[in-house]
């Protein structure tokens, strides 16, 4: 199959038509190999416009995805990375999205909570040569304080909502990017950090699949 090919025609025909615009988010997506990045038997679909399964449930985890192209790259383009930027992906699984961090980024720390994920997300990321990530095991949504402040921190899936964990992580001026909410209601936000104070705001409608983990507590009703 030609793969570079295929990901000519996903940046033109599924990413550019969604007003991502920004060269080097462009640049990302035609250079990181995303059949690398799924299993073996997906390779031949890898670039087609939708979430691709990179987990299968079972009882201790709902199915884990590849969040599809097109929302992935307006997502990405929202965070506005600098090559300055110290990012923390919250939910790497496989290493897709913090392969493509790293080309825009000065280095990445990838939070994955799936040990099996993190192990495959190492070493498909270090044979590929992507040095400046770290991938990290542990609580997505306390994110990984040891390594902050963040200039940048993405969440890779939709949210019920972000803990306040996650923003205390941001340096000042810092962005957070993440979906929040589910199904069509769902919006991306850009959360912005000046000082101690925390602004969000939407930016656009967003349906992508959720990040397990970030499941509001059922609330009493009398």
Do not use: W
């Amino acid at each position: 199959m030609d793969f570079v090919g295929a990901r000519q025609k996903m940046v033109d025909n599924q990413i550019r038509t969604t007003d991502v615009t920004s060269h080097s988010v462009l640049k990302a997506f035609l250079t990181v190999e995303r059949e690398k990045f799924v299993p073996a038997t997906m390779a031949a679909v890898a670039y087609i416009d939708d979430d691709l399964e990179i987990a299968s449930a079972n009882e201790d985890r709902p199915a884990r995805y590849i969040m599809e192209p097109s929302p992935l790259a307006k997502l990405l383009q929202l965070a506005s990375v600098k090559k300055t930027d110290l990012v923390l992906e919250v939910g790497c699984g496989t290493g897709y999205a913090a392969a493509l961090l790293s080309l825009v980024s000065d280095s990445v720390v990838a939070l994955e909570s799936d040990e099996a994920l993190a192990n495959q997300a190492t070493d498909t990321l270090s044979e590929n040569g992507y040095d400046n990530v770290a991938v990290v095991t542990g609580d997505l949504k306390a994110g990984y304080p040891s390594a902050a402040p963040y200039d940048v921190i993405f969440v890779n899936g939709a949210v019920e909502a972000v803990p306040q964990a996650l923003t205390d992580q941001l340096r000042d001026g810092g962005r957070l990017v993440a979906v929040v909410g589910t199904g069509n209601a769902a919006q991306a936000h850009l959360f912005t950090r000046t000082g101690n104070d925390i602004s969000s705001r939407p930016v656009f409608n967003c349906s992508i699949k959720l990040l397990p983990g970030f499941e509001l507590a059922p609330e009493f009703v009398f």
